[in-house]
């Protein structure tokens, strides 16, 4: 069985950091295209980052360029999300994402039509 499990959103102050965790098991980690995409209220998902199979490619929107940044150990099968000088606009639910394309394709459209996703991990971004 599939699962996809994120963890590390919280409260932070405008200008403060947060790094979001996404483990996954129950499928081949190295094949799949992981990322990360976030839902604010009343708004519709969003593409925030994605890492390719390989890791030689990387997205961010450009909402988020400079200021996170996405990376993934495969020997512990977690995807990380390292969010710095925050702001009040990336207040949102964030939602690890896994495409066995192996492709970014679907994350950086925002979720749509990707194999696996997680219940998300809330982050709140005071003024």
């Known amino acids: 069985q599939v699962q996809v499990v994120e963890s590390g959103g919280g409260l932070v102050q405008a200008g403060g950091s947060l790094r979001l965790s996404c483990t996954a098991s129950g499928l081949s980690f190295d094949d799949y295209a992981m990322g990360w995409f976030r839902q604010a209220p009343g708004k519709d998902p969003e593409g925030v980052s994605c890492?390719?199979?390989?890791?030689?490619?990387?997205y961010y929107a450009d909402t988020v360029k400079g200021r996170f940044t996405i990376s993934r150990d495969k020997a512990k099968t977690t995807l990380y999300l390292q969010m710095n000088s925050l702001k009040p606009e990336d207040t949102a639910m964030y939602h690890c994402?896994?495409?066995?394309?192996?492709?970014?394709?679907?994350?950086?459209?925002?979720?749509?039509?990707?194999?696996?996703w997680g219940n998300g991990t809330l982050v709140t971004v005071s003024s």
């Open positions: 890492i390719n199979w390989s890791g030689a490619y990387t």
């Open positions: 994402a896994a495409d066995g394309s192996g492709s970014c394709g679907r994350v950086s459209a925002g979720g749509g039509g990707v194999d696996y």
